[in-house]
């Protein structure tokens, strides 16, 4: 775990630059998402608990998956082992991702910045069982303006790895600094700002507005 402070490196008031570029996270940014009840659908279909499937998929699975390191059915296997259940692989992986809600109160930031012509990107530790799910839910706002979608189980590498602040960078194509981006991880913000992008911890969409404002863009909300 990195040792975080949100003090360090950050732009100082009145100074930071309109960036060229903002990267979103997804989770708990574009869609909250409740794990508990993910645990409740998995252990429901697979004849588990809640509580031992909590253990096997926090216990490294989950992370393996989101890095790309391991693929849905090698997921399912070592799930089925260590919680010595059988599944349908589809049906556990539909139980697993039926756990997001849209965040409504994001979309018009995101409308703001597409007004005003700035690019914008979505980077995200997620895995492919999740982000099918959330395009099949048919949310406009993930078919629609976002210019780069980093996944870290395409990349792959994963969030707060400096290989996928590298990748997004190189994708966004705008030097390091002109770049900004919000998570709702104080680890991912230390990592992004390590990696010299602009950075602030996502709280809220008013406290977000507020930061870009801080930045010379006026979305007009």
């Not at 940014?29 to 499937?53: K, L, Q």
């Not at 216990?59 to 349908?88: C, K, M, V």
């Not at 099918?132 to 189980?153: A, K, N, Q, T």
Request: net charge negative; with cysteine; proline share 6%.
């Amino acid at each position: 775990m990195l040792s975080v402070s949100l003090k360090a490196a950050r732009p100082a008031a009145g100074i930071a630059m309109p960036p060229a570029f903002v990267y979103f996270d997804l989770g708990n940014v574009i869609a909250t998402f409740d794990r508990e009840r993910a645990f409740r659908n998995m252990a429901a279909v697979c004849g588990s608990d809640p509580v031992a499937v909590q253990a096997a998929v926090m216990g490294g699975l989950q992370r393996d998956l989101e890095a790309g390191l391991i693929d849905w059915p090698a997921f399912h296997d070592a799930f089925s082992r260590q919680t010595a259940s059988t599944s349908d692989p589809a049906a556990l992986a539909a139980a697993a991702a039926d756990m997001f809600e849209l965040n409504a109160e994001i979309l018009p930031v995101i409308a703001g910045l597409e007004r005003a012509g700035v690019p914008i990107g979505i980077l995200s530790n997620t895995c492919d069982i999740h982000w099918r799910h959330l395009l099949d839910r048919g949310w406009g706002v993930l078919l629609g303006g976002f210019r780069e979608i980093v996944l870290s189980h395409e990349v792959p590498a994963a969030k707060p790895d400096p290989a996928i602040f590298a990748h997004a960078e190189q994708r966004a194509g705008v030097p390091a600094e002109a770049i900004f981006f919000c998570d709702d991880l104080p680890e991912h913000i230390a990592a992004a700002r390590a990696a010299g992008w602009d950075a602030e911890l996502f709280t809220d969409a008013a406290a977000l507005m507020e930061q870009l404002r801080r930045r010379g863009l006026n979305l007009g909300l």
